[in-house]
Nanobody, 123 residues
Framework: QVQLVESGGGLVQAGGSLRLSCAAS????????MGWFRQAPGKERDFVAA????????YYSDSLKGRFTISRDNAKNTVYLQMNNLKPEDTAVYYC????????????????WGQGTQVTVSS
């Protein structure tokens, strides 16, 4: 079993930045693909970003337009999501996910999920 705990969410003004963290426990993270998803009230859960176990390759939703960056520190069993130039449309609960598979392309590949952390962007 893997436990994922997100943190770093909160209220920020449009144009500001936040860095989300996802701390993993229960098993090693270094060989697991990790990803971030988000879900606004009444909306579908959408893919945000993912990163391979090595941290060398990452990929993003095209809609983010380079504003978000995913990274990981395997020594700390932690994955990060740096969010810059935040917009009100980014308001959502952000979820961390992990996959036994080498890549995450969608929710289908995700085996473990965190509880989520709320991000609210005011205008």
């Amino acid at each position: 079993q893997v436990q994922l705990v997100e943190s770093g969410g909160g209220l920020v003004q449009a144009g500001g930045s936040l860095r989300l963290s996802c701390a993993a426990s229960g098993r090693t993270v270094s060989s697991a693909a990790m990803g971030w998803f988000r879900q606004a009230p009444g909306k579908e859960r959408d893919f945000v970003a993912a990163i391979t176990g090595s941290g060398i390759r990452s990929y993003y939703s095209d809609s983010l337009k380079g504003r978000f960056t995913i990274s990981r520190d395997n020594a700390k069993n932690t994955v990060y999501l740096q969010m810059n130039n935040l917009k009100p449309e980014d308001t959502a609960v952000y979820y961390c996910a992990a996959s036994i598979a080498p890549y995450i392309y969608s929710e289908v590949q995700c085996d473990y999920w965190g509880q989520g952390t709320q991000v609210t962007v005011s205008s």
